[in-house]
C-alpha cells in the first residue's frame, strides 16, 4: 500500500499557474507508474496526466496538452503536476493515484487502473 500526500492547489485567476505535488514513501515510490485525475462538480473523475515509472514517458489528456507538465523525482519520492494557462474549466478537485497494473505502463486512463488516491487538492479558476 502506497500513502499518497498531496499538497499545492488553490485559487488563481484564469491565465495564471498553480503546481501540485504528491508524496509517496522512496522505497516504493520508483515502483509504481503514477498519474493525475480531477473530478469537477457534477461529473465523474476524470484522467489528467500520467508517466511511467521512470518518467520518461508521459500522457496527457487532450485538454491539458501543452499547458500541463507532469514529472517525478523518484529519489525524493514526489510528482508534480505544473498548470500553466488555466482556464475556469481546469476547476476541480485533483487527485493523484498509483498506476495498480503489474504490466508496464502505456498510457490507460481509466480511473480503474489507478488507486491508492491522496486525499485531493483543490483547484478554483476565477474567470
Known amino acids: 500500500q502506497v500513502d499518497?500526500?498531496?499538497?499545492g492547489g488553490g485559487l488563481v485567476q484564469a491565465g495564471g499557474s498553480l503546481n501540485l505535488s504528491c508524496s509517496a514513501p522512496v522505497s516504493t515510490?520508483?515502483?509504481y507508474a503514477m498519474g493525475w485525475f480531477r473530478r469537477a462538480p457534477g461529473k465523474e473523475r476524470e484522467f489528467v496526466a500520467a508517466l511511467t515509472r521512470a518518467g520518461r514517458t508521459k500522457f496527457y489528456a487532450d485538454s491539458v496538452k501543452g499547458r500541463f507538465s507532469v514529472s517525478r523525482d523518484n529519489a525524493r519520492g514526489k510528482m508534480y503536476l505544473e498548470m500553466n494557462s488555466l482556464k475556469p474549466e481546469d476547476t476541480a478537485v485533483y487527485y493523484c493515484g498509483r498506476f495498480r497494473g503489474s504490466y508496464y505502463y502505456t498510457g490507460q486512463q481509466n480511473e480503474d487502473g489507478f488507486g491508492s488516491w491522496g486525499q485531493g487538492t483543490q483547484v478554483t479558476v476565477s474567470s
Request: net charge positive; charged share 15%.
Open 29 to 31: 515510490f520508483r515502483t
Open 4 to 7: 499518497l500526500v498531496q499538497s
